[in-house]
Nanobody
Framework: QVQLVESGGGLVQAGGSLRLSCAASGRSLSSYGMGWFRQAPGKERMFVARISWSGGTTDYGDSVKGRFTISRDNAKNTVSLQMNSLKPEDTAVYYC????????????????WGQGTQVTVSP
């Protein structure tokens, strides 16, 4: 089992930055693909970014490409999401997720989920 805990969310003005972290316990993340998703009130959980187990491959949703950066530190068992140039439409609960097999943009690829961290971007 893998337990994931997100942190770093908060309230920020439009144009600002936040860095989310996802810390894992129970097992090393080094063999897991990782992803970040977000869910706004009344909407489906949406793909934000993903990173392969080695960190060599990354992928981003169109709405965050060029503004967000996903990274990982397998030695520290953490995955991060650096969010720059934030917009009010980025407001959501952000979740990290781990996949034992392949990673993709669908939530069904992922086996473990954190509890989420709220990000609120004011105009």
């Amino acid at each position: 089992q893998v337990q994931l805990v997100e942190s770093g969310g908060g309230l920020v003005q439009a144009g600002g930055s936040l860095r989310l972290s996802c810390a894992a316990s129970g097992r090393s993340l080094s063999s897991y693909g990782m992803g970040w998703f977000r869910q706004a009130p009344g909407k489906e959980r949406m793909f934000v970014a993903r990173i392969s187990w080695s960190g060599g491959t990354t992928d981003y949703g169109d709405s965050v490409k060029g503004r967000f950066t996903i990274s990982r530190d397998n030695a520290k068992n953490t995955v991060s999401l650096q969010m720059n140039s934030l917009k009010p439409e980025d407001t959501a609960v952000y979740y990290c997720a781990a996949s034992r097999t392949a990673i993709g943009r669908l939530t069904t690829f992922y086996d473990y989920w954190g509890q989420g961290t709220q990000v609120t971007v004011s105009p």
